[in-house]
Structures are given as C-alpha cells and as structure tokens.
C-alpha cells in the first residue's frame, strides 16, 4: 500500500460539523480537544484538519521524538512519550494539533487507523453528506482532485 | 469479554429518518454510525444523530416519573403516575368536557399516530402542534389546492432545482435527505436559490435571489407572470387540468414586475432569468422549507409555489414535484380514528376562523392560550405536552408561560427538565430513538416506512407510544396489549408482522406518474384548484394573492425610527433541532452561544463587533444574543436564532427570558394567516445595540 492522505474539498464543505462530533464518537473525546473542525466565517466554511505534511513541523519541534511517520505516511503521535510541553501545537500551521488537558497530553488526526485496517475510511468521512472528505491513496487521491 | 451486537434502526434527532446502526454491548449502546444501505441516508449521519449516546445517556436525563410536591420534584412509579394523570384528566372532563383538555406535541418523535388516537378517543379536538406554521400548514394549503404535497423528486432526476427557503443539507429535510438533492445538483441540474441569506446552497447556485424576508409569494407572482406572459406554461396542461385558469391569470397579470421588484428587493431582470430557466427546464422540482410558512401568506404562498409546478407540466411527472405512493401499510390517519371525534370536531378552538387548521385536525396554539387565559370561547383546564417546549418555541413567549403557568394540570412527556416541563405538575419520562420500536416515517409523503427498532432500554423511560397507549387503557379506549402488537396492525395490510418487518428494515411503495391522468387531481372538482372552490366555501379569497406582513417596512413606517431593522427570528443551525441539544456537551463545544446574525455594516454603524452581546429590541420586548458578522445577509436585516434556553442555568426558568427570541415575536389574529393560523416569525421589525451588562 502507498502513502495515504486525507483531503477536505473545502469549496464543498457546507459546514454541517458531522465530521466533528464522528470523530469524537470514534475517539472517545470529551469537549476540548478537536482534531478536524469547520470553522464558520459566514458565508463560508474553513475545515481545519491534520495534512499528515511530508515534513510535519509538530514532528519536528517535538522534543520527546513522541511523534513520528509511518510507512503510509501517517503522522501519528505516541501519547505515553507526550511531555505535555506543546511545542507541537504552536509548530501546526494549521492549527490541527490539539491538547487535551485533563490528560496533559497533545492528541492529533489518526486517520482512524484502527478503522483503515478494517478496510474502513475515517470516521469523519464516513458520514460527510456532500462526500467532501476524501480519502486514499495520495496519488489516486491527486488524481481525483485533478490537482497535480 | 462481552460481544458487540449491532443494531440496524433509524435515527430521529430530526425529522429526518437516517439509517443508523447501533452498537451495543451489555445492553449499552456504546456507538453509533451511518448505515451505508439506508435509502434515505446512505450512509451520512448528522451532528445530532452522532451525539445520541451524549443525549441517551446523558446524567441530567430523567429516567424516572416525577411528580410536583410543594413546588418540588418527587419520584413517583409509573403506576402512581398514570393514575394521577388519568384522576385529574377525568375530573376535568367531568366538570368541563372532554375539549378542555390541550393535547400537544412539538415537531414530534413519531408519534403522531398514537398522540391523536389518544386524543380523539377522549374526544378533545384541541391538538396543538408545530403543524400551523411548519410543514402540515404546507400539507393543508396543497391538499385544498391539487390534493397531496407535491415533493420534489430528485430520484427522477430533475434538471432544474429551485431550492425555494431551505438548505437541506445544514438543517432538517423534511422529507428528503439533502444527500439525494446533492446527488441530482452533482448530476449537473441548474440550481436556483431563493434565500434572503447567503448559505452553502447560494454560493452554488446558477442565480441567486436574496429577497426580503416575507415576500416569497410575491416574488412567485413575478415567476408566474414572466411564464404566462411568454407563454411558457404547458398549454395542455392548463387546460384540461386546471380549474380558474382565467381568473387566476387575470390576477396574476394584474401585477407588474416594478411592483415585485420593490416588495421582494429581488431585480426584474434577475427575475425573468430565473422564471425563464424554471420553465425552460425540464424536468424541474421546486424544494420548499419552512420560511414561507412562516409568515401571514402562508397558504397563499405554497398555493402559488403549487401553481408553478402545476403550470409548468412539473406535477408528478419524473423529475418534477410528485406525489410519492405509500407502501401498503395503515395510514397515520387510520391509526388515529379522526373520525372517533365526530361532533367534537366542532368545538376545536378557532375552528369556524381557522378552517384549514381545523381540515387538518391541529389548532393554532393562540387560541389555546386565549381559552386558558380568558375562558373563552370556553375554558382549557388540562393539557398534555409531548416533546415540545413551547416556552421557547412558540411565539409571544410571555403569553405562553403565563398561559401553561395557569393550566389546573398539566403533564410534560419529555427527556430533559425544560423551561416548559418546570410548569408542569407531572413529568413523564421518554424514550429515545434508540429505545423505540416503531414503524417510522409513516406520516411523511417521501414513499417510505422504516423499521426504527430498540437498540437498548434507559432507566424507567417508556416510548410515547406506549404512554399514550397505556394512558388511554386506563381511561376505557380501544389500545393493543403491546407496542408491537400495534404495529403488526399498522403493518396488516402489507401482510407483514413488525418481527418480520424488523428484519426487512423498510418498504418502499410502487411509484407511479401522471396518476392524475386516470384518477384527476383528489380536490372538488378533480382539477388543480388555482380558484379554489374550498376556500370560496369558506368564505376567503378563492384566489391566491400576496399579503404584506403586518410589522414591516412598507406596513410600518411609522415604526421605523426606532426600530430599523427586520428581524428574521428562525434562524435553524445544523447541531441544534428547534430547543433541543442545548445541553449535549460535542454539540455545544461546537454552537456555544445564541447567534444573531448581523451584516457588517450594519453592526459597524450601530458599535457592534463579532462576538458581542447583542440587545435585540421590537416593539414586544429585548432579548440579548451574540453577534456574528455574516456579510451574506442584507444590511437592512438582521437574523437570529431560536429555540435557546440555557440547561447549565439551574433555576427552574433555565434562563428561558434571557435569549429567546420568540418574546419578540407576535401571535395576535392578525399577524397570523387567516385560515391556518400560521404565526408570523420571519419578518418583525427591531433594533439592535450594543450589550453592555453582561
């Protein structure tokens, strides 16, 4: 299997905030942290969500190396090496890097990993109703989009 | 480790009827998500679906009877609760007859069926519902005018969409999901968007027409007008298949479209281009939303919006607006024994005034509280509220409260504590989606009924049905042993038992087209009624015509001064349904606040910035809520959102004053439409300033 990528056609995105609450269903998580999130600038709506980037500035500026890219290109984070020191937060670009505070530790986009090896998509994309979060391999996933 | 079993039902955080599968283990649901093989859904889920085990399982929930004692809330069982109930319902009908008695639902849980059965059997005519101004009041106006609601068929692939005040695919849908209108739009079907607010669906649109608020009638005057004058109506149509073709042209002539351009602010030019691409465009649907219900043209204008369907040839033709067939299973209408009612159906509060809400069996809710303040025509002494919280959902707030506060009884069925069930003297505690055995989506016209089944049992609440059910046992009606045995008998005729239909998950009827060309049109004289013959009846204006709102700017301008604005007070959001889902914690983290929309200008010159509480003032009140710039609306309009009170706020007024914008609004006779009793939310004028106090 090649690299992975998840990509939010943002023209798309009606702003209904299904992906939101999927995500938190599927990660368990009480308000606070918010790993994809719509943001309303009426009349428009801006996703904010984890680029899994090829270089990830949250993996870079983590100290603890609690961070790091697996072989589909998933930028995922070991939470038990988590300082709770939030380098990584102020070092996303896109604001995607979120802390949860009961638990100290900074929590990001997984991309539903546990689901991906049930053959499933992300929880967020799952439900989307104009099917604006797509999803798969990165260079199918550029084809698509007619963005290469 | 216990296994995980998966539940196939159907959602109803909405109106909606997603498909939904549940899991659950140890008899705890402990997710849920999208059903891929649901025809309605196909796999999408909201917000408010997705946060049903927040609400469910919610700590605040009440899972058990209550009763009032001394002003406090005392457990009671069941048993004790529906002998209180049945005692004090009895006693009231002993002294002033079974009409004293209010039954109420809000938008509803399905219930209907059960809800009127029970009420008709007591023999109360008085059924109050969200029906006067939200979607039933669309159902009355088209049963008069072409005899069923005429829906828009995205399954026949339309090529021209009007997306007439709704946005489908944010808010609740009604009877279509919005994945079924993206579906046709992503086909390439030209969409036009008839929105005073810029929404998702505006910015998609081939043409957009921002119009003021209120004025959806005339702007259809002006789509009938340029198809008529260029002779773009289906000739054959008219012609064989509408009754008062001559006068209602004449009526429709009669206006130009200076006129329409200066009532709606939408430009002729724009106008002609839109009537034209509607007509031109075959097949075409028109998908209607609450908005131009909301007003005092109410059935003037679906029967307009009818008319251009009608004229155009789109009337259940594939593609256009149709008239979905049933599956074979009982009618909601069946189930409830209308008929029961029988002379009591005389007595309904406002049924000689309001003949369409009387036609179809609901009262506008100002006359429910006129009878409980004033005691005329007679008095209401008892009520029954189901899932509605018309404290914060009803116009005129304050009459509202004042009203319920002085019932002798009054029972509130319901999840949550609300500003409504605090008036109470009973409250009884109920199901949820996820513990319900019904068969759902039986009163919607979209074709369909669905198999919603008990994915877990919560505490001591019971399904409404089985409340009205076993309610109604007790007071001598004609009920089933069981749930379920009542929906072997809804399903009878399809020659199905709910065990088997359970497993089948949902029936979808035959679709046939152009039914009229055998059967006509289901109205007096079988032909769509542009001259309605019912209306004439009744005394009214037999043609359809464009009202101004009473509290406007052209009806108003002595008011204007000080109150400059129009306020649109209905704004929907996607997390919240009416007053619900303010307490479930995912949905608020996301919409924490009350938002009145203003246009930057706008709130510039009046001090306001992003953010800021907001004082909302009319002529009846203020109210505060925080202000979002959103450059998509008009500078001259402001909109806010309704259905807020505040859980977190524990007195038992729950902050119901502090934001809800139905103080402002207005529930006298002659805002309202004067034959459903429509109120009036959409247009009232306000000014806006500054809060400073919080």
Redesign the interface.
Known sequence: MGKISLIIKRRECMGCHACEVACKQEHNLPTGPRLIRVIEKAPDFIPVYCHHCANAPCMESCPEKAIYKNELGMVLIKEELCIGCMACVEACPFGAMQFFEEQNVAVKCDLCIHRISEGQGPACASVCPTRCIIFGDTKGLLDRMGAR | MSEIKKVRTVCRSCHGGCGVIVHVKDGKAV????DPESPISR?????KG??I?QLAYHPERILHPLKKVDGNWKRVSWNEALDITVENLNRVIKEYGPESVVIGQGTGRDYESHLYRFANLLGTPNVLTAGHMCYVSRVGATLITCGNLPVADYRGNPRCIVMWACNP??TNPDEY???DF?DAYKKGAKLIVIDP???????KADLWLQLRPGTDGALAIGFLKVIIEENLYDRDFVENYIHGWGPFKERILGHSLEWVEEVTWVKRDLIVQAARMYANTKPAAIHWGVPTEQTINCTDCTRLLTALMAITGNLDSPGGNVFYVPPNVRKVSDFALHKELGERAKKRLGGEQYKLASRVALITPKVAWEAILTGKPYPLKAGLLCGTNPVVTRANAREVYEALKRLEFLVVIDFFMTPTAELAHLFLPAATWLEVNHVADNWKRHGFVLARQKAVEIGEAWQDHKIFMELGKRMGQMWWDTVEDALDYILEPAGLTWEEFKRIGYLQGQMEYYKYREKGFSTPTGKVELYSTILEKWGRDPLPKYTEPPESPLSRPDLLKRYPYILNAGLRT??FFHSANRQI??????RPHPIV?IHPETAQKEGIEEGMWVWIESTRGKVRLKA?????IHPKVVVAEHGWWFPEIKDPGHGWEISNINILTDNSHESMDPVMGATNIRVLLCNISPCKEV
């Open positions: 997710k849920v998500e999208g796999g999408s889920l909201c917000s997705l946060s085990l695919l944010w999901k919005g994945i993206w607010r810029k929404g998702f669906l505006a910015k996607p997390t914690p995912w949905l608020r983290e996301i929309e979002k710039l959103n450059e998509g």
